[in-house]
């Protein structure tokens, strides 16, 4: 079954603790993102990759990183995390960017940091 | 940044009617895409559409595109109460890299 897979689906933590979400897909994806939503703000793009150690900045990527060592993976790290990253993670992958194909997303996970 | 806005952030309707719902956009963009999430859940992509098309259908679902007006509407017809969730529209980025902005979202509650 195609599938972006999220590992975990909830996590509370708290500030300073690194932490790391996956994201894994079985499509041969080229594209893939991590979004972040909060209440009254939509999706907001955090990273995105356009393939294998090929990143780059969304519109939020302050304290987040990610890394794309294999092109099934994209996990999203929190170095020291701080409570305004408590919020609902999405990662989603397409064959291209651009929006040129549809996105596949998980199912997210909810962070909390307290 | 935002390039994508949707019309109403709300909306509530009985079983059976149509709903219908906007998305404006600010600058000129290659494709649009709907998706729709249900409550807390991931992203379901429903249709794409691109500056060269002006109408397609899905089942229940017609999308249109004005790219003279930057807009964009999805009509779903003869709601049902599956259909409850909030949609969004997703828009190339403005800056012609390869972000994708997504829209704030309707809220679509149909009633029975």
């Known amino acids: 079954e195609a599938q972006v897979t999220q590992n975990p689906r909830y996590l509370i933590t708290v500030t300073g603790k690194k932490l790391t979400v996956t994201c894994s897909q079985n499509m041969n994806h080229e594209y893939m993102s991590w979004y972040r939503q909060d209440p009254g703000l939509g999706l907001r793009q955090i990273y995105y990759s356009m393939n294998v150690e090929v990143t780059d900045k969304g519109d939020v990527p302050e304290g987040y990183k990610v890394s794309r060592k294999e092109k099934r993976n994209f996990p999203l790290i929190l170095e020291s995390p701080s409570p305004n990253q408590t919020s609902l993670y999405f990662c989603?992958?397409?064959?291209?960017?651009?929006?040129?194909?549809?996105?596949?997303f998980g199912q997210g996970t909810r962070l909390t940091v307290v | 940044s935002q390039q994508g806005e949707e019309d109403p952030q709300a909306l509530s309707i009985q079983e059976g009617e149509n709903a219908t719902m906007n998305c404006s956009y600010k600058t000129s963009i290659n494709n649009l895409q709907w998706y729709r999430q249900n409550s807390g859940r991931g992203l379901v992509h429903l249709i794409l559409?691109?500056?060269?098309?002006r109408e397609k259908h899905s089942g229940r679902l017609r999308v249109t595109l004005d790219t003279s007006k930057k807009s964009s509407s999805l009509l779903i017809t003869a709601s049902r109460a599956a259909d409850t969730a909030s949609y969004f529209c997703a828009t190339d980025s403005p800056n012609r890299d390869d972000k994708i902005i997504f829209g704030k979202g309707t809220r679509l509650h149909i009633l029975p």
């Open positions: 559409i691109r500056s060269n098309e």
């Open positions: 989603a992958s397409s064959f291209f960017g651009n929006l040129n194909t549809e996105a596949f």
